[in-house]
């Protein structure tokens, strides 16, 4: 099984990759998943095209939320496609969100899901955990059992209201002695992301991989997290942010990594 990080807020080490807020990866495993599109569909192409992805090879599209960094790229993705593309998502992912800091800011997936099916999307939408590709699965709706990192307001009939993001998924991939989690944002919570993923099968998780939405999280949270994340290896980017990051590095040394464009992770 692989994952290769396609858009990362690091460009990584290597000529010709754009770094850019957001985050995409492509799994290889029995199908060729592309989980989440990044926030720019000019970036996400561009590395695809640098890491030898075709557009027209992928199986699935996975969205991990409904957030423009995560869906900025889909409708560059099915224009760059002559076949239609099986897209997974939660049934919210068209909520209409907003962000009030730095300033007043739609923080929505920047299209309808109309110009999106015309584009070539074939939507299929659960909140429920389900299997769509041999051995790869869709969390659904994440249980929450310790705080979670829900961010922004819905807007509903003219008012805003607090968006618990309940659209925020996981791909699961079984590897037979233990599962691979596949987080965008983790805005579930990654504890929350981590204990529902093993309940849902019984079985360890062998890597967490993506955001662990840990920018500006408190010492008390991340000592959390150090003390009860229970997986073999965390590779952790993009909102997980560089002090979290170091602070996470510092105490569980090697078992944690960085993401960055053109990583490469083999299990």
Known sequence: MKVTIVVENHSGFR????????????????????????VDGDVLLK?????????????????????YDHTGGLKALLEARSQRLNVIAHPNIFSRRVALKPYLRDISLPFS?????????????????????????????????????????????GRLLRDPVKDDMALIVDA??????????????????????GKLFNKPIKALIGGFHLANAKENI??????????????????TGIESFSYLRCRLGERVEPLHVGKVIEL
């Not at 590395?47 to 957030?67: R, V, W």
């Not at 037979?176 to 993923?197: E, F, M, P």
């Open 15 to 38: 000529k010709g990759f754009y770094g850019a807020h957001g985050f995409s990866a492509l799994l290889e495993h029995k199908a060729r998943v592309l989980i989440d599109t990044g």
């Open 47 to 67: 590395n695809m095209k640098e890491l030898g992805i075709n557009p027209e090879d992928i199986d699935y599209l996975f969205l991990t939320h409904g957030h």
């Open 113 to 157: 899901r109309g110009e999106l099916e015309e584009a070539g999307a074939e939507f299929i939408l659960s909140k429920d955990p389900f299997q769509f590709a041999e051995r790869i699965w869709s969390s659904g709706e994440i249980e929450r059992i310790t705080w979670d990192r829900a961010v922004g307001y819905l807007v509903e009939n």
């Open 176 to 197: 037979g002695d233990g599962i691979i989690v596949i987080t965008g944002c983790g805005h579930s919570g990654i504890l929350n992301i981590a204990r529902y993923a």
């Open 222 to 239: 991340l000592g959390e997290v150090v003390r009860n994340l229970k997986a073999e290896k965390l590779y952790a980017g993009h909102c």
